[in-house]
């Protein structure tokens, strides 16, 4: 079975980095498109990036250029890494594997538990 684990969060000041990791089951990384979202209190959980099989990546307007997803497929981690961050980017951050490349969050079927980034100003 699909197995996600996020990882690398924590509280950083605006204008901070952070990495976040999402260590996967055997061959997830290979036979899924890998997505990141995030909820904040009060709000709907959207997609911030998404990567497909082949490594072609679309993100969300309000993270272009500023966040960058990547994947090690021998590792069998997919990766967040996050600069230039904002308060508005504070929220629980989720790994999910689906069968679309897209950052519609209806659209994935595995998930992971979620790992919390919080942006002081």
């Known amino acids: 079975q699909v197995q996600l684990v996020e990882s690398g969060g924590g509280s950083v000041q605006a204008g901070g980095s952070l990495r976040l990791s999402c260590a996967a089951s055997?061959?997830?990384?290979?036979?899924?498109?890998m997505g990141w979202f995030r909820q904040a209190p009060g709000k709907e959980r959207e997609g911030v990036a998404t990567?497909?099989?082949?490594?072609?990546?679309k993100y969300a307007d309000s993270v272009q250029g500023r966040f960058t997803i990547s994947k090690d497929n021998t590792q069998n981690t997919l990766y967040l890494q996050m600069v230039s961050l904002e308060p508005a980017d504070t929220a629980t951050y989720y790994c999910?594997?689906?069968?679309?490349?897209?950052?519609?969050?209806?659209?994935?079927?595995?998930w992971g538990q979620g790992t919390q980034v919080t942006v002081s100003s």
């Open positions: 999910a594997a689906g069968n679309y490349f897209s950052l519609s969050f209806g659209l994935y079927v595995y």
């Open positions: 055997v061959d997830t990384i290979n036979r899924f498109c």
């Open positions: 990567i497909d099989r082949y490594g072609n990546a």
